[in-house]
């Protein structure tokens, strides 16, 4: 080493050298975040491919999607680690030592929402609402939709005065049982009385949901970081709860500004109705506004709508329709505004989803609406665009994390006058959150909730027939005469007919409404299941719901910020709770809860009558709980919604939920959150009546001691 190297105080490192030194640090991060996913991962493909006998569509598009999910984690937790979390804990330490509690009060509103927004799992919901029918729940269709921008800034203000209340806390040293008792009483109210209005009723699941949302990498880290230093300032760390408790609080406060959001929006929406009778004119001025536009409606119409409800929206005059859709022709914007962006949007449309009587209104002759037919039958999925999956990832991470950081970085330099720390390594971590979102929001996309919506739309064909969407192909020159017809045991006619492929002759069903005269082709869609005994057979139920069991309980042992939590939990009881016994109580909650929000689903069991029971036991049992069990109890259904298991949680549900033919698949995750606890306070009572039971029997042996 020369003596330039050492008096500048830095040591010049070869490629070679950097390389040798990295490369076991990045495996080992890696490796971390592998081990977090592959179990779930691997259990789902397992459940699909072998007990349901479903081949993975788009396998190796998901295998891709998959590996992004793992290179962005390691990428945002590592950028975490070495920027926003830093920050956080020199803000913590400072702010008090240098503000007033305003000054203070507001930094944690805006660390709360701004977090909020850095969440990766908030992205799934606004990609939620492609599911939700506008004319069964316009309300949910809005917030999910046209207003989703509203509803993450919702949930963001619940975050963020969440987050004020947890400094209050923590400053002045305040039980969180009276939190708990005001907020869990008002939301159960709340919700029975959301339960009585139509719209109000279809957003409670999803406002529950938010709720599990919030609390994840991003968050809860930078909370706890601002919460202990004020703590450690304010002379409270040595509680033994004072770092808990802030998460229970942010996750009960945005589901009351959700509902909140909703309620203020119900006035300007229809009540669910017909889907024909939601696009007639009596209607139409309100349904307009759920839609960005009217050319925005329109299109929503053709893609989604039957033909009856179409011509609703041109009063019943077929012929108005039928001369709007062949004026768009000429109108390349106009059409772009009613079908979407590109040249063959309307042709798609027209091809796949268009009357005979459409397709000749877009189409010149016959020839060249089979040529369409044919041209995008084949092809199943829309092709993936990279540049602009990446282009609109970018924006959103960089959306997500730059503010966020600027913010942290004037309150450092501005209003506390220090200087940031290690400023090379907190910008390099800055750098690394922003690549590290992206990769996984794109990862999210193509793999994660692709894989989530595929299996959560193949689970109920262990009780119900499944249409195979990914699987269908067209037969051209059909020709109706091969046909035949057979006698069910019931004594009901069905029609099937023979068809070659490679390894021979296989019979399918005739469905009239697939085969399309005019261009001689039919469209096959294959099915799957029942799998386990007759349709609805309470059997195939039950290996629906021991699957999801199985998802919750496995997801959660797998989670990394369980097992910390485990190990802190261990340490401030002083043994008496163990991190095993933590961890296989958080686990089977976790379970129980997935399990009950699938039963939720299939059942179409309103969410009050699943939520509201566990909570007022919960309610009872946190009056009868010391106030440490109570912090970790509550504390723990945050650990359970982790960024894999929401996306795919959540994706699963509405799969489901579009299966049975529900208005929403939303509940899953606040079962998942409510049951944890419920079980972590159950314990919490055993390991505290075991430690008064030991502690008296000590004091019995000291007096016979003493006494002898």
């Not at 076991?24 to 779930?40: C, N, W």
């Not at 203020?264 to 536009?293: G, I, Q, T």
Request: with cysteine; charged share 15%; net charge neutral.
């Amino acid at each position: 080493m020369s003596n330039q190297q050492q008096s500048g105080g830095k040591i010049k490192v070869g490629f070679k050298q950097a390389a040798a030194m990295l490369f076991p640090y990045a495996k080992s991060r890696i490796v971390e975040q592998i081990k977090s996913v592959a179990l779930i991962i691997i259990y789902l493909i397992l459940f699909q491919t072998v007990v349901l006998g479903i081949a993975i569509a788009q396998a190796s598009l998901i295998a891709v999607g998959l590996a992004l999910v793992i290179g962005g984690l390691a990428f945002f937790m590592e950028g975490l680690l070495l920027g926003l979390m830093p920050l956080g804990e020199v803000i913590g330490l400072k702010l008090p030592q240098k503000s007033k509690l305003p000054v203070i009060l507001g930094f944690a509103f805006i660390l709360g929402a701004g977090a909020t927004f850095a969440e990766p799992a908030i992205s799934v919901l606004k990609a939620a609402g492609s599911s939700v029918k506008p004319w069964d729940a316009p309300l949910l269709f809005l917030m999910l939709n046209k207003f989703s921008g509203y509803l993450v800034m919702s949930v963001g203000a619940g975050v963020g005065i969440a987050v004020m209340f947890g400094m209050i806390r923590f400053m002045y040293n305040i039980s969180l049982k009276p939190f708990i008792y005001i907020l869990v009483s008002f939301l159960i109210v709340f919700t029975l009385w959301s339960f009585f209005s139509e719209n109000m009723r279809n957003i409670t699941g999803l406002a529950w949901d938010c709720g599990a949302v919030t609390t994840g990498p991003v968050t809860v880290p930078l909370v706890l970081a601002l919460g202990i230093g004020i703590c450690r300032v304010v002379g409270s760390s040595g509680s033994g709860s004072s770092g808990f408790g802030v998460v229970t609080l942010a996750s009960l406060f945005p589901i009351i500004s959700v509902l909140i959001l909703g309620s203020v929006l119900s006035s300007s929406v229809p009540p669910p109705m017909a889907e024909k009778e939601f696009f007639s004119a009596a209607n139409r001025d309100k349904a307009e506004k759920l839609f960005d536009s009217r050319e925005g409606m329109l299109g929503y119409a053709f893609q989604n709508a039957k033909e009856e409800s179409q011509l609703a929206l041109f009063d019943g005059d077929r012929g108005k329709m039928l001369e709007y859709v062949s004026g768009l022709k000429y109108d390349v914007d106009q059409a772009a505004a009613v079908f979407g962006a590109g040249a063959e949007a309307m042709q798609k449309w027209a091809a796949l989803k268009g009357t005979a009587e459409q397709q000749s209104a877009v189409f010149a002759d016959k020839s060249a609406t089979l040529a369409a037919v044919q041209k995008f039958s084949s092809v199943m999925e829309e092709p993936l665009r990279p540049s602009e999956l990446m282009l609109r990832n970018i924006k959103a991470a960089a959306q997500a994390i730059i503010p966020l950081s600027i913010f942290f970085l004037l309150v450092l330099t501005l209003l506390l006058r220090e200087k940031l720390p290690r400023a090379d390594e907190v910008f390099l971590g800055l750098g690394f959150a922003v690549i590290g979102m992206m990769l996984f929001n794109i990862g999210i996309e193509i793999g994660l909730s692709r894989l989530g919506n595929q299996v959560g739309g193949k689970v109920p064909s262990a009780f119900k027939a499944v249409e195979l969407h990914e699987q269908r192909s067209a037969i051209n020159g059909f020709d109706p005469g091969i046909v035949k017809t057979a006698i069910s045991p019931a004594g009901e006619l069905e029609s099937f007919f023979y068809v070659k492929g490679k390894t021979g002759y296989s019979q399918l069903p005739f469905k009239e409404e697939q085969h399309n005269p005019e261009t001689k082709q039919y469209n096959f869609t294959p099915t799957r299941g029942p799998l386990f005994g007759a349709e609805g057979a309470l059997s195939g139920i039950i290996v629906a719901l021991i699957f999801a069991f199985a998802l919750g309980y496995g997801a959660t042992l797998a989670e990394p910020a369980l097992n910390a939590l485990g190990i802190t939990v261990e340490e401030l009881t002083v043994g008496a709770f163990k991190k095993s016994l933590l961890m296989q109580a958080v686990a089977l909650g976790v379970g129980v809860g997935i399990a009950l929000g699938v039963a939720k689903i299939v059942w179409n069991i309103p969410l009050i009558w699943m939520l509201g029971p566990p909570y007022i036991l919960l309610l009872i049992i946190t009056k009868i709980s010391t106030e440490e069990f109570v912090n970790i109890g509550w504390d723990s259904a945050g650990v359970t919604t982790g960024p894999i298991t929401v996306p795919l949680v959540l994706a699963m549900g509405l799969g489901i939920g579009g299966q049975v033919g529900v208005v929403e698949g939303f509940g899953i995750l606040s079962m998942a959150s409510v049951c944890p606890i419920l079980s972590v306070l159950m314990v919490g009572l055993m390991v505290t009546k075991k430690r008064k039971a030991a502690l008296q029997d000590n004091a019995a042996t000291e007096r016979a001691e003493v006494a002898a």
